[in-house]
């Protein structure tokens, strides 16, 4: 079955948080997994709501925090718009530009500007783990 490996980290995550497996959880997790979009939570729990109309907006925010915390998902935040979450877990590191305008977030990734915060970090003698650039402005299509 797909997104095996996905759930067993989902699940001894939540095992180990003290936490017990519940279907609605499950059933987030499958939805947000299927999904190759930066989701926020409202496009999700509508997503989610088609299989199963009980669930919540709250159970909907808590899980997507536990994505986060296991490192299955990154959340993008912007100014003050809705944050959007993005599958983390066995995808390429990529950086993002964010259109101002519309909101569109455009992935890409730069070898020269990844070296360049290895090089950054270095100078102050700074061991790196990460990072997140997020770049903002105006896309091709709001330029028009
Ligand atoms: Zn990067
Ligand atoms: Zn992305």
Request: glycine share 6%.
């Amino acid at each position: 079955m797909a997104f095996e490996e996905e759930q067993k980290i989902f699940n001894s995550f939540v095992k180990e948080k003290g936490l017990k497996q519940s279907k609605q959880r499950d059933d987030i997790l499958l939805t947000f997994l299927k999904t190759e979009k930066h989701l926020t939570a409202d496009e999700l729990h509508s997503l989610v709501k088609k299989k199963n109309s009980s669930t919540g907006i709250a159970t909907v925010y808590r899980t997507l925090k536990l994505l986060c915390e296991c490192g299955l998902s990154s959340e993008l935040r912007f100014g003050d718009r809705a944050v959007r979450y993005e599958h983390f877990y066995g995808h390429e590191h990529h950086d993002h530009l964010v259109c101002v305008k519309c909101g569109n977030f455009i992935e890409a990734v730069d070898p020269e500007i990844e070296k360049l915060q290895e090089r950054l970090a270095k100078k102050v003698n700074f061991s790196l783990q990460g990072h997140k650039l997020l770049m903002y402005g105006v896309c091709s299509k709001c330029k028009k």
